[in-house]
């Protein structure tokens, strides 16, 4: 009987692969919640500054200070979310099991819709 110490795969060789991948898929679920995290504080911060322009040269209604206003907190929503996202980590559990901060909602912005995935691509 010939053994062919090639083919040999340990305990120890099937932990790291299997520690490899929980690292890949936590590193890959990070990177997307922080894009999307990017791309709200973006388009939130747009509205803001749109709406701003309208307020420095005296044409924004009382709507549009009460929008801008509501908005400012969502961008602090946002922002805090993204500033936690960067600390995960640091946690123990980090990347075996990772604990999310919540997500902020989302904010309707009719004069910024939400490109759906097939309009994005």
Same mark, same amino acid.
């Given at each position: 009987?010939? $053994?062919?110490?090639?083919?040999? $795969?340990?305990?120890?060789?099937?932990?790291?692969?299997?520690?490899?991948?929980?690292?890949?898929?936590?590193?890959?679920?990070?990177?997307?919640?922080?894009?999307?995290?990017?791309?709200?504080?973006?388009?939130?911060?747009?509205?803001?500054?749109? $709406?701003?322009?309208?307020?420095?040269?005296?044409?924004?209604?009382?709507?549009?200070?009460?929008?801008?206003?509501?908005?400012?907190?969502?961008?602090?929503?946002?922002?805090?979310?993204?500033?936690?996202?960067?600390?995960?980590?640091?946690?123990?559990?980090?990347?075996?099991?990772?604990?999310?901060?919540?997500?902020?909602? $989302?904010?309707?912005?009719?004069?910024?819709?939400?490109?759906?995935?097939?309009?994005?691509?």
């Amino acid at each position: 009987m010939n $053994i062919d110490w090639s083919k040999l $795969i340990t305990r120890a060789m099937k932990d790291a692969a299997l520690q490899a991948s929980q690292l890949s898929a936590a590193k890959a679920e990070l990177a997307a919640r922080n894009t999307r995290a990017l791309n709200q504080i973006a388009r939130i911060q747009d509205r803001v500054d749109t $709406i701003g322009f309208g307020i420095d040269i005296g044409e924004a209604t009382p709507e549009d200070e009460a929008e801008q206003a509501a908005l400012l907190l969502t961008l602090k929503a946002w922002k805090t979310y993204k500033f936690a996202l960067g600390k995960v980590t640091v946690q123990p559990t980090w990347y075996q099991a990772p604990v999310w901060p919540v997500e902020p909602p $989302i904010p309707e912005i009719i004069a910024a819709p939400l490109l759906s995935e097939s309009e994005a691509a």
